[in-house]
């Protein structure tokens, strides 16, 4: 059973300003409720641990996705990830972004938005 509230935790998550070892910890919880590619702690942590291990993730849990990830090196620094259903741009797309201090919180960040959706019925 869930016990993460995925909205109010993917608020929290893109307000962060760097990492926090709290919310690290809840964000590993989160992914292990709620996308089944994460089958344990350790897929957890491949997940936040790496742009590769999140972007594995992503690729196993929405194959077919398209990914657009940006951001910068600089202080305070922001990523940026958009994921997108299928090729093309289409309207009925099915379309999640996330933001993150580092590319993989805002990669895990997005796919998590997306299977939220698909928890709230959305698809």
Known sequence: M???????FLARCEAAAGPDATLEAEFRTALQEHVPAV?????????????????????KA??????????GTGPGAQWHCMLREGEGHHDDQTVAAGRGSTPAMAISTATLKVLSGFESGYR
């Open 62 to 71: 929405l194959p077919n996705w398209d990914i657009v990830l940006r951001g």
């Open 39 to 59: 089958e344990n702690a350790a897929d957890a942590d491949r997940a936040l641990g790496s742009a590769d291990g999140a972007l594995a993730m992503t690729a």
């Open 2 to 8: 869930a016990t993460t509230d995925l909205k109010t």
